[in-house]
């Protein structure tokens, strides 16, 4: 029998402020309402037909079929991301450029390019943590971020180093906590507090950072166009020169205004997420210390632990890895996909028109996949595996994550250095349960995670 999908009786303006304010509540509210899947309204400038979903099944089948069967993937669904990353994104293009944009950024965050990264992770890693003295305090997501930005900086520019990449660095990075504090993250739902009022208004202050921000980008893009065009650097394999060296069947190639939307796409996306991830984990590894007890172990026992390949394959390490991506999935929603004919799948009727949002935060709490979901565990992943619609913090289909290979390449490569370098401890006033909250489109700890080193 197929079931018409039960809507959430709530007024849409109080369902968009709690799912900004609360989000995880939100989530837990609808689906005690209705599990599995539920007609909401919650998302700022979408159709009505929004229906939210954590039955397992549901996004499995969504994952199969959003490339155009029955199921599209379509970027004007995301168009609230334009403000940070522009309408030339790859998050923002429509079916066919975005499969002809994937095709080209795929490689260099996958197979041998990615394994070229390795030895540049940890040298990246050592030298931040080389300024680690014993005694001294830290906070984790500095750190990380500053880890994560220049492993992204590499991969996008080739190099990350010199005056204008320290610029560039710190130019991104207040943009990012100025849009993850909680005036930015409001601004990013209500228009009315982008208005730029001076260069004290919040709106003002964004638009000044990512002005400078985008000079700085198109000097870049204009230097690296000239050195190509003189021939120079055809080796580089990074990812501004591979954007830059492409046409389409016209023979053209992309605009600056494309190129920049598309590094400041990889540049954020690229380094946030997999400085919150390692954030948590550090987190969770020195809260729960039997997790810290058993990466040592395992580290103990890895033939050589300076080898990136045999890092990736430890399974502890994984399991870790696994376990905080479940517990704090960072990106709460899959992107939002339209569904384009009558459909059924797992017994709900979906409707022509029906916009799809996986909220990979509630299945991650399913109790049924996940026994005690509140708990961290990281023996659940040595014990059984996961199907894609069950455990899925990049999401799967058309828009899986493109770097998801990249960031579970260096957050296990992070960790492994830095565990293995230096004995910490959370301090006293860290040392306890940390309830996340929205940081911008994101999910982050909601007080700063501090660290002493013990050792080194
Ligand atoms: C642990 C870190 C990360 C998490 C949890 C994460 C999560 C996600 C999720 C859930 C999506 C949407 C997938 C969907 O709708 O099916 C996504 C898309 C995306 N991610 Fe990540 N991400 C991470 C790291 C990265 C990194 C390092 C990059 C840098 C290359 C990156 C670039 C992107 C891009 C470009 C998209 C859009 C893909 C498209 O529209 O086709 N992400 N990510």
Excluded at 216 to 245: F, K, N, P, T
Excluded at 405 to 425: C, D, G, N, S
Aim: overall charge neutral.
């Amino acid at each position: 029998m197929v079931a018409a999908i039960p809507a959430l009786a709530d007024r849409p303006g109080r369902q968009l402020l709690q799912a900004v304010v609360d989000p995880i509540g939100y989530y837990r509210r609808c689906f005690r309402a209705h599990n599995g899947v539920v007609r909401v309204q919650m998302v700022p400038g979408l159709s009505a037909q929004q229906v939210l979903i954590n039955d397992p099944a549901v996004l499995q089948e969504l994952m199969g079929r959003d490339n155009g069967r029955g199921i599209s993937a379509p970027g004007h669904l995301n168009e609230l991301m334009a403000q940070v990353v522009g309408q030339h994104s790859l998050m923002l293009l429509e079916p066919a450029p975005h499969r002809a944009r994937r095709r080209l950024l795929t490689p260099p965050f996958h197979g041998e390019r990615l394994r070229a990264y390795g030895a540049l992770i940890q040298s990246i890693a050592r030298q931040v943590f080389a300024e680690l003295q014993p005694g001294k305090e830290w906070n984790a997501r500095t750190q990380m971020q500053r880890i994560t930005m220049r492993v992204i900086l590499s991969a996008v520019f080739g190099l990350h180093e010199g005056e204008r990449y320290r610029h560039l660095e710190g130019l991104l990075q207040r943009n990012l906590n100025l849009r993850t504090g909680r005036l930015g993250t409001v601004m990013l739902f209500v228009p009315a507090l982008r208005r730029d009022l001076g260069s004290w208004s919040p709106g003002g202050r964004v638009l000044r950072l990512e002005s400078e921000t985008r000079l700085l980008l198109m000097r870049e893009i204009a230097e690296r166009r000239r050195s190509l065009e003189a021939g120079d650097g055809e080796a580089r394999v990074d990812v501004l020169s591979l954007l830059l060296a492409c046409r389409d069947e016209q023979g053209e190639g992309l605009s600056d205004a494309e190129l920049h939307d598309e590094l400041i796409t990889l540049l954020l996306a690229g380094h946030e997420t997999s400085a919150t991830v390692l954030t948590w984990a550090l987190h969770w590894i020195h809260h729960q210390d039997e997790v810290r007890q058993g990466l040592l172990a395992e580290l103990a026992t890895c033939e050589n632990p300076d080898d990136p390949e045999l890092i990736q394959r430890l399974p502890y390490l994984n399991a870790v890895v696994n376990e905080v991506l479940r517990i704090h999935p960072v990106a709460m929603l899959l992107f939002p996909r339209l569904v384009e004919e009558p459909l059924e799948m797992a017994g709900w009727a979906f409707e022509p028109g029906d916009v799809l949002l996986g909220c990979i935060q509630a299945v991650h709490e399913r109790a049924d996949l996940f026994p005690e979901p509140l708990s961290f565990n990281p023996q659940r992943f040595l014990e059984r595996s996961y199907g894609p619609g069950e455990f899925l913090p990049f999401g799967g289909g058309a828009r899986r994550c493109l770097g998801a290979a990249l960031a579970l390449y260096e957050i296990k490569l992070i960790l492994a250095t830095l565990l293995r370098q230096h004995r910490l401890a959370l301090t006293p006033a860290c040392d306890r349960p940390l309830p996340p909250r929205r940081r911008g489109f994101l999910l982050g700890p909601s007080r700063p995670v501090r660290l002493r080193v013990l050792e080194s």
